[in-house]
């Protein structure tokens, strides 16, 4: 037996899904937007290279950044990160360039303020430093992971869906990031003493070392089978 629905009807079930595909997109929104804007590696070392090195480094390293983030996004829409991902050592191995860079570039932002020799303007974090960042922090494949298999405000069109949500990543991702640079900017212009530089950039660096420390808690949890 068919049935068929009255005109009515149709259109509300197609308002009703018009209203789904929009809250499903709105909290895919808020939660790229709370994910970025918490301090992580990406903003604190943005605002980290702002505040030793000025708008013009900083820039290039959030054009790295960026690269790098749609680089990770490419690598999870494709399978390529679940594959990688699939071998344990690959895993361990990411996660430990990263947190080793990761310190390193701390160590670059706390002593940005002293006469050392491998901190000389040629030798700031740019384009290549951001990529990186993002290309060997698992976190980045985690995150990107969960955003793109869950949230699906348009399961049966692959394309828009992904489209959809990269732009909305972007859209947010971008000004974010350059909010955080503005901050480290900022405090740079401020023409602070080369004291009160030098504990900003000792605070910045600390940051980074406290979110890796967090991360590499995590990871310990983990493969112990703690929960935090």
């Known amino acids: 037996m068919i049935i068929l629905r009255e005109p009515a009807q149709v259109r509300g079930l197609v308002l009703l899904d018009k209203k789904r595909e929009n809250f499903v997109m709105l909290a895919f929104a808020l939660a790229v937007f709370f994910l970025i804007i918490t301090p992580g590696p990406g903003v604190l070392s943005t605002a980290g290279v702002g505040s030793a090195f000025g708008y013009n480094a900083g820039i290039r390293y959030v054009i790295g ?19 990688l991902f699939s071998l344990p050592v690959i895993r361990i191995i990411l996660f430990s360039l990263s947190t080793a860079y990761l310190f390193y570039l701390a160590a670059r932002i706390a002593f940005a303020g002293a006469k050392i020799s491998f901190i000389e303007a ?27 298999t869950s949230f699906l405000f348009a399961p049966d069109n692959f394309l828009f869906e992904t489209g959809t949500k990269l732009i909305i990543m972007n859209m947010i991702w971008i000004p974010l990031h350059l909010i955080w640079l503005a901050a480290g900017v900022r405090l740079h212009r401020l023409n602070l003493s080369a004291t009160t530089q030098r504990r900003i950039n000792i605070a910045m660096a600390l940051s980074l070392v406290i979110v890796v420390i967090l991360a590499v808690g995590s990871v310990f949890a983990e493969f112990s089978g703690i929960t935090l």
């Open 65 to 83: 950044l960026f690269i790098g983030t749609n680089l990770v996004c490419l690598a999870v829409i494709t399978g390529l990160a679940a594959a």
């Open 122 to 148: 040629q030798k700031r974090p740019g384009i290549g430093a951001g990529i990186l960042l993002q290309l060997i922090n698992p976190k980045a494949y985690a995150v990107n992971t969960a955003l793109f």
